[in-house]
T-cell receptor, first 115, second 113 residues
Framework: DAGVTQSPTHLIKTRGQQVTLRCSPK?????VSWYQQALGQGPQFIFQ???????QRGNFPDRFSGHQFPNYSSELNVNALLLGDSALYLCASSPGLKGRRNEQFFGPGTRLTVL | GNSVTQMEGPVTLSEEAFLTINCTYTATGYPSLFWYVQYPGEGLQLLLK?????DKGSNKGFEATYRKETTSFHLEKGSVQVSDSAVYFC????????????FGTGTRLTVIP
């Protein structure tokens, strides 16, 4: 059983560009959450998707947006990249019952570097 | 608001030494508490959890007790191994039912033979 997968593994962009990161949840999971982990810091919650809608959002600007597809996979989009957006972006999935209060399984992350 | 304060690292121990990583939290009500571990090049893995006061979570020789009176959830292991070298994160999920996690800054543990 494949766990949570993310692509790409690494990405280098320049300031002002746009980026799309992808996540496939663990089999049987329908809820996807995204976190940003800056170097030397703990992950910070960006947003969570369930039934193709954003259900919760952390303290991140509108430059961060997302999407969930009917197969439960998800994308994270970041527009107008800033140097401070350089981080490891983690995707986590959780199982049914709207994903509430269920364990989150994390993917290996996408390392984004903004130059 | 919700926050987690974690013992700063890095921590370096000899094999078979005793490990303690301190974690305290701020939250309203009764959050659920977690320890996650991140091995090099891998994603976060749930190590243990506790969902109510005085619960003890345990896994792979690690344990932590949910102390409501001191708002703490310290991680302990009696005898560490080289394979325990990783970054450890304390986290909480608040009682509102939202499934997002609040993490501490992480503590890097290195165990030397």
């Amino acid at each position: 059983d494949a766990g949570v997968t993310q692509s790409p593994t690494h990405l280098i962009k320049t300031r002002g560009q746009q980026v799309t990161l992808r996540c496939s949840p663990k089999s049987g999971h329908d809820t996807v959450s995204w976190y940003q982990q800056a170097l030397g810091q703990g992950p910070q919650f960006i947003f969570q998707y369930y039934e193709e809608e954003e259900r919760q959002r952390g303290n991140f600007p509108d430059r961060f947006s997302g999407h969930q597809f009917p197969n439960y996979s998800s994308e994270l989009n970041v527009n107008a990249l800033l140097l401070g957006d350089s981080a490891l972006y983690l995707c986590a999935s959780s199982p049914g019952l709207k994903g509430r209060r269920n364990e989150q399984f994390f993917g290996p992350g996408t390392r984004l570097t903004v130059l | 608001g919700n926050s987690v304060t974690q013992m700063e690292g890095p921590v370096t121990l000899s094999e078979e030494a005793f490990l303690t990583i301190n974690c305290t939290y701020t939250a309203t009500g009764y959050p659920s508490l977690f320890w996650y571990v991140q091995y090099p090049g891998e994603g976060l893995q749930l190590l243990l959890k506790a969902t109510k006061a005085d619960d003890k979570g345990s896994n792979k020789g690690f344990e932590a007790t949910y102390r409501k009176e001191t708002t703490s959830f310290h991680l302990e292991k009696g005898s560490v191994q080289v394979s325990d070298s990783a970054v450890y994160f304390c986290a909480l999920r608040d009682q509102t039912g939202a499934n997002n996690l609040f993490f501490g800054t992480g503590t890097r543990l290195t165990v030397i033979p």
